[in-house]
T-cell receptor, first 113, second 115 residues
């Protein structure tokens, strides 16, 4: 069974901390994505990557960075966590040019206090 | 720019009745359309997709969706709702531009099925 695994289901961090959210996929997908989900706003794209060491900004990249050193792993970094980054974070991966859709991880619910 | 709209925040339906969750889209060119479902505190699960071919697409858990080009709609349907269908449903369209296949998601529709 193909999988996208996010390292933590629930996370509580303090304001100002550096936070790492990890995502690993076992499907050899080229494309990986980080979204945040907030009530009434749907899913908003933070960053995505279409190859190792390649990254592109999504719609809301401010306050975030990413790292993709290996094909299977895509990390989201909150350089200095703030309370407005409290959210559900979803990682996804996909193959090819767009006909296959995404496979999602189970999500990480991050609370910044 | 590509976009997708889900006009209803919530849909209520009685168990056993047919259900429809609405989605409209705006794209340049031929659309790739998707439906996903999200159960509480979980990630999104793929339900079905339209790429080309028959306008009626069948998917997981007895769901189907009808692609209507003239109305630019891709409504999700099920003939007989189950309480277990209660979840958050997202419509998505592929974003044509750029180096990869980004999906643009709607804001989601909460489906509540009453026993």
């Amino acid at each position: 069974d193909v999988k996208v695994t996010q390292s933590s289901r629930y996370l509580v961090k303090r304001t100002g901390e550096k936070v790492f959210l990890e995502c690993v996929q076992d499907m050899d997908h080229e494309n990986m994505f980080w979204y945040r989900q907030d009530p009434g706003l749907g899913l908003r794209l933070i960053y995505f990557s279409y190859d190792v060491k390649m990254k592109e900004k999504g719609d809301i990249p401010e306050g975030y960075s990413v790292s993709r050193e290996k094909k299977e792993r895509f990390s989201l970094i909150l350089e200095s966590a703030s309370t407005n980054q409290t959210s559900m974070y979803l990682c996804a991966s996909s193959f090819g040019a767009g006909s296959t859709g995404y496979t999602f991880g189970s999500g990480t619910r991050l609370t910044v206090v | 720019a590509q976009s997708v709209a889900q006009p209803e925040d919530q849909v209520n339906v009685a168990e056993g009745n047919p259900l429809t969750v609405k989605c409209t889209y705006s794209v340049s060119g031929n659309p790739y359309l998707f439906w996903y479902v999200q159960y509480p505190n979980r990630g999104l699960q793929f339900l079905l997709k339209y790429i080309t071919g028959d306008n009626l697409v069948k998917g997981s858990y007895g769901f189907e969706a009808e692609f209507n080009k003239s109305q630019t709609s891709f409504h999700l349907k099920k003939p007989s709702a189950l309480v277990s269908d209660s979840a958050l449903y997202f419509c998505a369209v592929r974003d044509i531009g750029g180096a990869t296949n980004k999906l643009i998601f709607g804001t989601g529709t909460l489906l509540a099925v009453q026993p």
